[in-house]
Structure formats: structure tokens, C-alpha cells
């Protein structure tokens, strides 16, 4: 897949690229700079992400179960409908997939693997995981991230046509670049921004704050070697250190929510589909 995406950038290097000063053509690139470097709006944003997620869903289908996702949703819209970006189409779906992983598109779809619910105890837990899904939504970690990307694999003028012609082959390269994030990971610094943040969302919206430290203590205790868990510790920083941070920098947070509700019964009943 890398080698393929480095065939791609290469083929994007303008063929006929020369020496000569044409006063066009500096004009243009320092236009389409400005454009590569300029924010990408919140349509684009949305735009991309349907796409990314359509990507997405060709990989993995959602567990065919009504009433989960319908709860999922539910549980997701309350937490996202508490944040700045509240208006965002938000969408949450469970994938079929054994393995515990978790991730967020652009524009706000969220989804969380049928592995991962089933390792989750309580609403709180399953709250905690989305709220970190959607910290990266309010961040735009992602959609940084693809911009940095297309930045240096796209042209200037090809980042402008992906981002307004949906069918370009400029856009289906951005894409492709945007879901092969998924295997890459994120920045660090970006997850343990989403874990802190997340934590705050989940508390806000009436959880215990203690639902996505239970979920890294899950993780934590599981092997690393087990292939179930294999692309999450690739992509994300190690349980362990998650935990630390958390409690570097958010345990008077914690401490203050831990004992609001973790809604156990309802989760159970809920979330059975998954088990
Ligand atoms: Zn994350």
C-alpha cells in the first residue's frame, strides 16, 4: 500500500515541470499554496469524510443488529450534542470486525469495532471511547493530518481539485491517503489530547469520568501479541502511558465525576448484539 501511495506521488510530479519563469505560473502555485496551506472547510470536511467512510464501509460492514446501533447512536449524539461542534452531521455505527479498535472520520462518523463493545462493562466505558473519538472530531486531528499529507504528496493545484471535484482522481488519491491513516496512527500527542479532552466530554454528558481509563486498564491487561489488538497498540500510544498521562493531567477531573452514573443495566440489555 506505501509502495503503491509512492508510485501515486511520483506520478504527480508534473512531467513537465521547467525552469523557465513564467510570471502564470509562480502566481498560480503561490495561489495554490495558499490554498493547501489555507484551512479546509467544514463542507469539505463533511464532503471527505462521507467519502472516507464509504471507503471505509467497503472494508467492513456494521453488525446487522437495529437495535444497537440505534443505541450507539444514541449514546454518541447526547455526547457530541454537548460539545462546540454540535451541529456536525454526527453518525456512529458498529462494525463487524472481532478486534478492538476504534476511529474517527472527518466531518463526525465515528465507529467502534463489535470487539471493543464487547469488552466494554458499562455505558460509561463505551462513552468514554466515543467521547475519544469525538475529541479527535472537535480537534480535526485527522483532517490536519490528511491536509499535512496532501500537502506534500499533491500539487497545490491537485489538493484544490480533490477538495472540489469529488470524482477527480486527485480526490480518490486524498481519500486513499485519509483511510490509510488508520493503519499509521495518529501523532502522539494528538491521542492523549483526545483521552484528556474525551474524559471531559463523558463527564460533561453525566458519565463517570472513569469509563475510558477502564477501557485502557481492558486494554492493558490484554496481550499485545494477540492479533485482536495488534493495529490499536500499532496506532495508538501504549495503554500504560495513556493511563499515566491521565492521570498526570486529569485526576482532580476525574476524581471530581468518578462517581456519577455507569449505567451497567442498560448497556447490558442494550449492547447485547455484540456479545
Ligand atoms: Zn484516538
Redesign the pocket.
Known amino acids: 500500500m506505501r509502495f503503491l501511495f509512492l508510485l501515486l506521488a511520483l506520478a504527480l510530479t508534473p512531467a513537465h515541470a521547467q525552469f523557465n519563469l513564467n510570471l502564470d505560473r509562480i502566481l498560480d502555485t503561490v495561489k495554490n499554496v495558499g490554498k493547501a496551506t489555507k484551512e479546509i472547510d467544514e463542507k469539505e470536511e463533511i464532503a471527505i469524510g462521507r467519502d472516507m467512510a464509504a471507503r471505509l464501509l467497503g472494508a467492513a460492514s456494521l453488525v446487522a443488529d437495529a437495535r444497537l446501533q440505534r443505541y450507539v447512536n444514541h449514546v454518541g449524539r447526547w455526547l457530541a450534542s454537548q460539545t462546540e461542534r454540535a451541529d456536525l452531521p454526527w453518525q456512529f455505527g458498529v462494525l463487524d470486525a472481532p478486534q478492538l479498535n476504534a476511529f474517527a472520520v472527518p466531518g463526525g462518523t465515528i465507529f467502534v469495532t463489535r470487539g471493543l463493545v464487547a469488552k466494554m462493562r458499562n455505558e460509561a466505558e463505551l462513552a468514554g471511547v466515543l467521547s475519544?473519538?469525538i475529541a479527535?472530531v472537535l480537534k480535526k486531528h485527522h483532517l490536519k493530518a490528511i491536509q499535512k499529507g496532501a500537502q506534500v504528496s499533491l500539487a497545490g493545484d491537485a489538493l484544490s481539485t480533490a477538495l472540489s471535484d469529488s470524482r477527480s482522481e486527485a480526490r480518490a488519491k486524498l481519500i486513499s491517503f485519509g483511510t490509510e491513516m488508520y493503519s499509521r496512527g495518529?501523532d502522539k500527542s494528538d491521542?492523549l489530547e483526545?483521552d484528556r479532552l474525551g474524559g471531559v466530554i463523558a463527564a460533561r454528558c453525566g458519565y463517570d469520568a472513569y469509563g475510558l481509563p477502564a477501557v485502557l486498564q481492558t486494554l492493558q491487561a490484554m496481550n499485545a501479541e494477540d492479533s485482536a489488538v495488534a493495529l490499536m497498540f500499532k496506532t495508538?500510544p501504549a495503554p500504560a502511558e495513556r493511563l499515566e498521562s491521565l492521570a498526570d493531567k486529569m485526576q482532580p477531573t476525574l476524581d471530581a465525576y468518578s462517581g456519577q452514573p455507569q449505567l451497567p443495566e442498560r448497556f447490558t440489555a442494550e449492547a447485547k448484539a455484540a456479545k
Open positions: 475519544h473519538e479527535h495518529l491521542e483526545a495508538h
